[in-house]
């Protein structure tokens, strides 16, 4: 009987002591660095309170506020986009096209690169005299040619174009798997009833897929939000800051040795993450509790 009831914690206690040290630990560690002035540059540690966050929320103009202000836009746009394109592709190869297989792994493959190889690719791909360029010019369009990466207009929207097109065939396979449960009797029976296409999707497809819709609009926040390596790879945060986000922010920040700062950043973009995830995935919940 002892050995039944403890069975299952040789299980649970490796993995919680890894978590522990792991996650747990660096996360308090973080938090109370945080009200620290710790500056490798300066000799001592002193405790300030919260005036590494007053300095980030006070800073006009200052790199602290536009890179929250950049990570709110990159993760608004960016969010909708991939799901409604991850919708669009789920839809389209859900069913009737031939080859399509074949399809959703080519739509999927790009989630399988390394984001780093990605954002290293795309800055050729982006590059004044790139692929892209040349094929725009060789069709007429001159007008649309732009250093894609290196101007104030089209710097974070080039860097949000690549980050939707890795990311879509993700979407797309968590929302064809909700599809592909859904029986057709529904469709066929609205159909005996004289419903068109439109109606059984706002009818019959989007209350069905309420529960795989909500993952992918959380967890797609969530990376919106703690973005770092597609923004780092392609711009590094350049030009001038036009696409600093708050890791590349706490990137910086831990690379000058002002880690008081840098965890005050991640304290800060930790807190927001967990407030806003778990606050769209209640409401989110609750209106599929009420449909």
Known sequence: MYKKKFYGMRFIVPALILYTVLYIIPTIAGMVI???????TRPGIHFVGLQNYANIFMSKGGPYLASLKHTAEFTVVTVILKTLLGLGL??????????????????????????????????????????????????GLEALVHSWLAEKGTALGSAMAVEVWRMAGWNMMILLAGLQMIPDE?????????????????????????APLTTVIVLNTIHGLRVFDIIYSLTGGGPGGL??????QVFKEF?????????????????????IALGMQKA????????
């Open 34 to 40: 945080s009200f620290t002035d710790w500056n490798v």
């Open 90 to 139: 789920a839809l389209l190869l859900n069913k009737g096209l031939r080859s399509r297989n074949v399809f959703r792994m080519i739509f999927f493959l790009p989630y399988a690169l390394a984001p780093l190889i990605i954002g290293i690719s795309f800055v050729s791909v982006l590059k004044p005299d790139g692929p892209l360029n040349t094929i725009l010019r060789s069709v």
């Open 186 to 210: 529904y469709y066929e029976a609205s159909s005996i009833d004289g419903a068109g296409p439109w109606k059984q999707f706002w009818k019959i497809t989007l209350p069905f897929l309420r």
């Open 243 to 248: 696409t600093e986000v708050i890791n590349t």
């Open 255 to 275: 690379g000058l040795g002002r880690y008081g700062m840098a965890n005050a950043l991640n304290v800060i973009i930790f807190l927001v993450t967990v407030v």
């Open 284 to 291: 989110l919940r609750g209106k599929e509790d009420n449909g």
